[in-house]
């Protein structure tokens, strides 16, 4: 066998010595970076559920989720995906939800500076220093109280993910019971329509 | 909407007219309608309860054919079939139920291979959805990840335009299965029809287009190549006759050689001097090498399948790519390409060659490089023992090519040894004569898929190349041949084992054959006879030349018992894991498998 010294070296190089099935090449966790993409979809029967399945089918991850319709007259509908995974599975996502028949653009909202943004609902149960205290720190949060009893307050706040997980962790000690989150919304700045 | 394109003004004034003053027709007559008004002149489907209204439909009408099948996934593989056979959308009509989870296999068949097919399905009425009825399935659930798009009808005001731009979707962009789930009453209910021209999607409107920046990256690396290959897939042969003739041209013009994936064979001559056999697991010596030491490779409609590249760390480690796909997801899906052009495959293959001719630069000497190819060459991988006694398979596809070669010839093939061995030993000068279930790999595919070429071209000589194994998955349609005088000859590769199977498990698992041999296996001949087909058994090397003329020139639909090799393997082969470089030659070369490769899976 007559083969090209450079074309032999590469051959050697690439074997190695653990010879593994091509299956078990799996990727590696380096370089996993969370994103935000919006979805602009055609808000018909099953959308969700196509771009749903895709995410499972070829084993991408949801960290969180929404959907609306965001213009009736044009059936449209916005999902704002929070995924994570390495560049080269970033990318693969986007274009695999370009080739799903409904949806019509996919925005890359983090790389493209947009404003992200969520809304929770925090119960947190308890009386005396701790109760002031949760009033206190929701107080410099900017949360709202939108139900109080004497040993409990809801409270409602919005804003990036990162200061609700922040919020949330400083009532945990002060008697937090339950919390109710919207996932990510997200919008371009600007004056131009983006979506 | 590709109905636009084609029409002068005069007919999509008539078309806008018949939208505005609709006539009034039943949903079952609104499918019938609308298939004809699509151009389809053939359906394949089997009857039941939940469609019966268009079964009524059928009745009334002459424009449509009907073929009757014996089991929905016949009729499924039928319309892939006659869909590759002729460029065309095929049509597959099931009922509710088992009818629809019946017709799962060719759906998914029909999306790894990009094939265009529009799938109707029947459903339990709309009031009834959900309440476990007879024969009820949620088939758009169930099709929802092996389809390319699906519907589900609740208004018969809607169904004209859905089976419409159901065509456009199948057929537009990488092309694909699209299912069309409508109620009972559905059916019955009466609405507007509107034809074809009038429909638009909203949002679906795939590039076809090269960037011409791209086409000028690529040129220039393919001008400086001293050691190239183009690598042509099925996007080829889906792009249309002028991507094959695109190709060979720009072939012809740049000198390179040319390999093919399981799909792409036909899209380049095989006849060619450039033409190296087509490369993968089961691929030749020299189409392998070129790939693992060519220095620009350019990927033209073929997606970088784990059959194709082997061991992905090891594919093709000194070239710079050029990858040109319709679908953009298939761009660094598994291999990281320099240049990716996102296009039709005839489009940007045109846009390379007109490119080519403008480039002022001087390629490179080939003739090193062709050298080096014709020392692979020399190795003949191909090679096999002959015997004078018992048939061997690659003997028997070698004879049945010869002996056919100057006919209207169409291919099909079960999956399996055979299958490889055709794709070897079977050569093809033309696209769409070689129909083959590549992604799915689906036993049972390549007798109703030559029923449904047989359908769309009824003077041709259409062969299933089959395993005696596959074919008992869809034998059933033998009935259907006959029924409908669809004379379609089954030759039939008989060595008693899953040969595939047994060859794995001969290599790789040690040699303990669990559950590979084809125990009672039925006397074909017979099969063939009780179906009213003919039936030919051949054991002997020296008569199968009058066996297979035989089977030629019967006007019925044959079964060809092909007594062949039992222990035969199939090579040369890549084993998974393993690179482009380390083939196993087979015996023939003195070649042993190594401990490290039986480990391999």
Redesign the interface.
């Known amino acids: 066998m007559t083969r090209t010294p450079r074309a032999r070296a590469a051959a050697r190089s690439g074997v190695r010595d653990d010879p593994a099935s091509a299956y078990d090449m799996t990727p590696s966790a380096e370089g996993v970076e969370r994103r935000t993409l919006a979805c602009i979809v055609d808000n018909e029967p099953g959308v969700l559920a196509r771009v749903v399945g895709l995410f499972s089918a070829r084993g991408y991850n949801i960290e969180s989720l929404t959907v609306a319709e965001i213009d009736r007259n044009a059936h449209q509908s916005r999902i704002t995906i929070v995924t994570s995974g390495t560049n080269h599975v970033l990318e693969q996502i986007e274009q695999h939800l370009l080739r799903l028949v409904p949806v019509a653009r996919v925005i890359d909202v983090t790389q493209s500076g947009g404003i992200e943004r969520e809304l929770a609902l925090v119960k947190v149960a308890g009386t005396g220093d701790k109760r002031v205290e949760a009033l206190r720190i929701s107080e410099i949060f900017r949360a709202r109280v939108i139900d109080t009893t004497n040993e409990s307050f809801i409270f409602e706040i919005t804003g990036a993910s990162e200061k609700i997980d922040q919020f949330i962790e400083l009532m945990r000690p002060l008697g937090l019971v339950e919390v109710s989150r919207t996932g990510v919304l997200s919008i371009q700045r600007g004056k131009e329509r983006v979506g | 909407m590709d109905g636009h394109a084609g029409m002068d003004a005069q007919e999509a004034m008539d078309a806008k007219g018949k939208a505005s003053d609709a006539e009034i027709l039943t949903g079952a007559e609104i499918v019938l309608r609308a298939l004809a008004d699509q151009g389809v002149d053939t359906i394949f489907g089997y009857p039941g309860g939940a469609v019966l209204p268009i079964y009524d439909a059928i009745y009334a009408q002459q424009r449509v054919r009907h073929i009757l099948v014996r089991h929905e996934q016949g009729a499924g593989h039928m319309a892939e079939g006659y869909a590759r056979s002729t460029g065309r959308c095929g049509v597959a009509l099931a009922t509710s139920g088992p009818g629809a989870t019946n017709m799962v296999t060719p759906i998914a068949d029909a999306l790894m291979d990009s094939i265009p097919m529009v799938v109707i399905t029947g459903q339990v009425p709309t009031h009834l959805i959900g309440s476990d009825a007879f024969q009820e399935a949620d088939t758009?659930?169930i099709t929802?990840?092996c389809s390319?798009?699906?519907y589900?009808v609740k208004d018969v005001k809607d169904l004209a335009r859905i089976i419409h731009e159901a065509f456009y979707?199948a057929m537009s962009g990488?092309p694909g299965p699209v299912v069309i789930d409508i109620p009972k009453n559905v059916q019955f209910a009466k609405g507007p029809y509107v034809g074809p021209a009038t429909i638009e999607?909203?949002?679906?409107h795939p590039r076809t287009e090269p960037a011409e920046r791209r086409i000028e990256e690529a040129v220039a690396l393919m001008a400086k190549a001293e050691r190239p290959v183009i690598y042509s897939g099925g996007g080829v042969i889906n792009s249309g006759p002028a991507a094959s003739e695109a190709l060979r041209a720009l072939a012809a013009a740049t000198g390179f050689p040319v390999t093919s994936t399981l799909m792409g064979l036909g899209a380049f001559p095989a006849s060619d001097p450039q033409w190296l056999g087509m490369l993968g697991m089961h691929g030749s010596y020299e189409a392998n090498?070129a790939m693992?030491?060519c220095d620009v490779m350019v990927c033209v409609g073929a997606r970088f399948d784990?059959r194709v590249?082997?061991?992905?760390?090891?594919f093709s480690?000194?070239s710079k790519k050029i990858h040109i796909d319709i679908?953009?997801?298939s761009?660094?899906?598994n291999v990281r390409v320099d240049v990716p052009v996102v296009a039709d495959c005839g489009k940007a293959l045109g846009a390379m060659l007109k490119g080519w001719k403008k480039s002022a630069r001087k390629t490179p000497d080939l003739a090193p490089w062709w050298g080096?190819i014709d020392?692979w060459r020399a190795?003949k991988s191909f090679a096999y023992p002959r015997s004078a006694t018992i048939i061997k398979p690659q003997y028997a596809i070698e004879r049945l090519y010869a002996l056919t070669r100057d006919r209207d010839v169409y291919v099909t093939t079960e999956v399996g040894q055979h299958q490889m061995w055709a794709a070897q030993f079977f050569h093809f000068d033309q696209p769409n004569r070689w129909m083959t279930s590549g992604g799915l790999g689906t036993m049972g595919y390549g007798l109703p898929a030559a029923i449904g070429v047989q359908a769309a071209h009824p003077g041709a000589l259409v062969i299933d190349i089959a395993g005696d194994a596959s074919v008992q998955m869809t034998m059933q349609e033998m009935s259907c041949a006959v029924q409908h005088e669809l004379p379609v000859k089954i030759f039939i590769l008989n060595n008693e084992w899953m040969g595939m199977v047994r060859q794995w498990q001969q290599l790789l698992h040690g040699e303990r054959y669990s559950h590979s041999y084809s125990d009672s296996l039925p006397d074909f001949v017979k099969l063939a006879e009780a179906y009213g087909g003919h039936g030919i058994r051949c054991e002997n090397p020296a008569d199968l030349d009058g066996a297979i003329l035989e089977m030629i020139d019967s006007p019925k639909p044959v079964l060809f018992d092909c007594r062949v090799e039992k222990a035969e393997n199939c090579f040369p082969m890549i084993p998974?894991?393993?690179?482009h470089?380390?083939m196993i030659l087979g015996k023939i070369m003195g070649d042993e498998i190594s401990d490290?490769?039986k480990?391999?899976?």
């Open positions: 758009v659930g929802r990840a390319k798009h699906n589900l979707v990488r999607h909203r949002t679906y090498n693992h030491d784990d590249t082997g061991r992905l760390d090891a480690p000194g679908d953009p997801s761009i660094n899906k080096q020392q190795r998974s894991g393993a690179a470089n380390e490290a490769g480990m391999l899976v």
